[in-house]
C-alpha cells in the first residue's frame, strides 16, 4: 500500500516459552469454590460426622460386649443365673442410658451438620445463579454491541482473546464467567484477573489471538474489547485499491474524524508507519503497486487498521481494510488462507474501468501517457474467479451459493478520460436527471445503473450478473481516488471514496455511520434500469454526452 506496499512483518512473537501453558493444555486457574471445592467440602464433613457416630456406636458395642463377659468370668453357672437376675434391672438401666447419649450424640451431630449443608446449598445455589446471570450479561453485552476482534496476522475473528497474567505471563485461554470463577481468576501463581467483560479492567490485560496461539505464535493485540468492521479490498494489480484505501484512511484520520468529534488512531506502530507514508503519498498525489510478497512464510494479505474512539462508540470502532496484491489475489497463490473472506462484514471490488478490452478500444487514445501506463493488466473475469475461489474456500454461502455481506461494486479512475465520465461520471448522472426528473434524480441510484450499463456496453454483463447472482446485497460506484492523474504534482482529490465506505457502514454499523454523519441512502430497488446492451446510446441520444457514442470503432 503506498510506497510502503511492502506489507508490514506479521506481528508475531516466539513459541510458546517456558514456565507458561501450552496451547490446548490446562487452564493456568484454580476452580471457584462454588464449582467443585465446597462440594468437596461438605462431602468431608459429612464423612467426618458420620465416622464420629460410627465410632461411639463401635465403642457402646465393646463395652457391652465386655460387660457380658465380665458378668460370665466372675463365677460358675449359678452364681452367673443369679448375677444376670441381680444386674438385670442395673443393665437395662444402663444399656438404655447409653443408647440415650449415643442417640443424642448423633442427633447432635446430625443437626450441627444439617444447618451447615443447608447454608451451604442455599450459598451454591445463589452464587451459581449470580455466576449464570453475569455469563449471560456478558454474553449479551459481546452480542449486542458486536464485540470482536480480527487478527492482523491470520486475519480470523474471535471474541475472547487469550490473555497473559501480569505475574507469571500464563496464559489464560477461558478468562471468562465460568467454573474458575464469575468476576475473577485465580492464577496458579495466585495472581486475581478479572474475568468479564464487565469489567474494564480485563481490557488493560496483555492478550494475543486465540488462532495464532493455537499454533505456537504469540500474536499481541493491541485493544482486545472493540467491534472490528473489516473490509476486503479486491481487484487486480494497477485497479485503484492501494489509492482507494489511501484516500479514505488519510481523510478519516487526518479530517473527517475531528470534524465530528471523534479520535482516530492507527492501530500500532506498524499500522502508524504504514499512515505516514499514505499522507505523504496523499500529499504528493502519488501511490505505490501493491507489493507482492515473495516470502512464503510471511502473509500474503496484510491491512491498514485504525481505532475510532468518541462519546457515543461504545465500544471503540475499528476498521480493517485488508489488501492483497494484484497478481496474487488473481493468481490464487496466496500463502495463507484467506480467513477474512470469512468473517468480512463487506467487500470492495474494485474494477479498472479501462482493462476492459473494448474499453481499451474505444477510448484508448484519449489517456493522457501517465494513465495509459497505469492500465491494470488483470482481466475482469479473473479477478471475479479468484474472488468466488476465495470464498468458497473461506465463507459460508447458503444453498443457492449467496452470501448477505454487501459488496460494493467499484469503477476506479473515472475522471482519466471524459469519454468515461460521459458513461458514468458526473456528466452522465446530471443528463440521466434531465431525462425523466420524476423517475431519476437520485445520484447514487442513477451512478450505480450507469456504472452497471457500462459494463454490459463493454461486454461485461456476465460479470454484472455474477456479482448480483452471488451478493443480493449491492451496490456499484464510479470513483476517483486520487482525483487526477497519478505524478502530476498535486495532491489526492478523492471523489465518492468515502461514499463507498458509508454505505458499507450504514448496513454494518449505523451507530458509526451516525457519529460520521456518513451518507445515507435510498431504499430503492436496484438496478433503478435493468441495463442492457446499446441501452446507454438510446436513452442518450439526445443528451450533452451523446457525443462519446459517434467515437466507437
Known amino acids: 500500500m503506498t510506497s510502503a506496499a511492502t506489507p508490514a512483518p506479521a506481528p508475531t512473537g516466539s513459541a510458546t516459552a517456558s514456565g507458561t501453558s501450552a496451547p490446548n493444555g490446562k487452564e493456568p486457574a484454580k476452580l471457584s469454590y462454588f464449582y467443585g471445592p465446597g462440594f468437596a467440602d461438605m462431602v468431608r464433613l459429612a464423612h467426618t460426622v458420620l465416622d464420629n457416630i460410627r465410632e461411639d456406636m463401635a465403642i457402646t458395642a465393646t463395652t457391652t460386649r465386655r460387660w457380658i463377659r465380665n458378668q460370665c468370668d466372675a463365677g460358675g453357672w449359678l452364681r452367673t443365673i443369679l448375677a444376670w437376675l441381680i444386674v438385670a434391672a442395673e443393665f437395662l438401666y444402663w444399656m438404655s442410658t447409653a443408647v440415650a447419649q449415643l442417640f443424642a450424640g448423633a442427633t447432635f451431630c446430625l443437626f450441627m451438620l444439617l444447618p451447615q449443608m443447608v447454608i451451604f446449598c442455599v450459598i451454591e445455589a445463589v452464587m451459581l445463579l449470580f455466576g449464570a446471570i453475569v455469563a449471560g450479561l456478558d454474553s449479551i453485552v459481546t452480542h449486542v454491541r458486536h464485540i470482536s476482534y480480527v487478527c492482523e496476522s491470520c486475519h480470523a475473528r474471535f471474541t475472547l482473546p487469550v490473555y497473559a497474567c501480569a505475574d507469571c505471563d500464563a496464559k489464560h485461554c477461558a478468562l471468562k464467567p465460568n467454573r474458575y470463577g464469575t468476576l475473577r481468576h485465580a492464577c496458579t501463581c495466585g495472581k486475581k484477573l478479572p474475568s468479564t467483560i464487565l469489567r474494564p479492567s480485563r481490557a488493560k490485560l496483555d492478550a494475543m489471538c486465540p488462532n495464532c496461539w493455537e499454533s505456537g505464535i504469540e500474536t499481541p493485540l493491541t485493544n482486545a474489547v472493540n467491534r ?116 468480512a462484514d463487506a467487500l470492495v471490488l474494485v474494477i479498472d474501468p479501462m482493462s476492459l478490452p473494448v474499453a481499451r478500444s474505444r477510448f484508448g487514445a484519449s489517456l493522457d501517457a501517465g494513465d495509459s501506463g497505469t492500465i491494470s493488466s488483470a482481466r475482469a473475469e479473473d479477478v471475479l474467479t479468484a474472488l468466488n475461489n476465495n470464498l468458497r474456500a473461506a465463507a ?74 452471488t451478493f443480493p446485497n449491492n451496490r456499484f460506484f464510479a470513483v476517483s481516488a486520487i482525483g487526477h492523474t497519478a505524478g502530476d504534482g498535486e495532491g489526492f482529490k478523492p471523489k465518492y471514496v468515502d461514499d463507498v465506505i458509508d454505505w458499507i457502514l450504514r448496513h454494518k454499523d449505523p451507530n458509526l455511520a451516525d457519529a460520521l454523519e456518513a451518507r445515507r441512502f435510498s431504499n430503492a430497488k436496484l438496478p433503478i434500469v435493468e441495463p442492457a446492451v446499446g441501452l446507454y446510446d438510446t436513452m442518450f441520444a439526445q443528451t450533452s454526452v451523446a457525443s462519446e457514442t459517434n467515437t466507437a470503432i
Not at 504504514?274 to 501493491?290: E, F, I, N, Q
Not at 462508540?313 to 473472506?341: H, K, M, S, W
Not at 458514468?424 to 436527471?433: E, R, S, Y
Request: hydrophobic share 40%; net charge negative; aromatic share 8%.
Open 396 to 469: 459460508q454461502l447458503d444453498r443457492h451459493g449467496r452470501l448477505d455481506m454487501p459488496i460494493a461494486v467499484v469503477l476506479s479512475k473515472m475522471d482519466e478520460s471524459q469519454h468515461l465520465l460521459d458513461r458514468f461520471g458526473d456528466p452522465a448522472v446530471i443528463a440521466m436527471k434531465g431525462l425523466d426528473t420524476q423517475r431519476y434524480g437520485d445520484w447514487f441510484d442513477d451512478m450505480d445503473f450507469l456504472c452497471r450499463q457500462y459494463l454490459y456496453d463493454m461486454d461485461m454483463g456476465d460479470i454484472v450478473d455474477s456479482i448480483t447472482q
Open 228 to 343: 472490528t468492521i473489516v473490509i476486503p479490498v479486491v481487484g487486480g494489480e494497477s485497479s485503484g485499491k492501494t489509492a482507494l484505501i489511501t484516500a479514505f484512511t488519510t481523510d478519516l484520520i487526518g479530517t473527517r474524524s475531528a470534524a465530528h468529534g471523534l479520535t482516530a488512531t492507527p492501530d500500532g506502530a506498524d499500522k502508524q508507519t504504514m499512515y505516514a507514508t499514505m499522507s505523504s503519498d496523499y500529499a504528493s498525489g502519488t501511490v505505490a503497486k501493491t507489493a507482492t510478497q515473495q516470502n512464503a512464510a510471511d502473509a500474503s494479505a496484510f491491512s491498514m487498521s485504525l481505532f475510532l474512539a468518541g462519546p457515543k462508540l461504545n465500544p471503540e470502532r475499528r476498521i480493517q481494510l485488508v489488501d492483497i496484491a494484484g497478481e496474487t489475489f488473481v493468481n490464487n497463490a496466496e500463502n495463507e488462507q484467506q480467513l477474512q473472506y470469512r468473517d
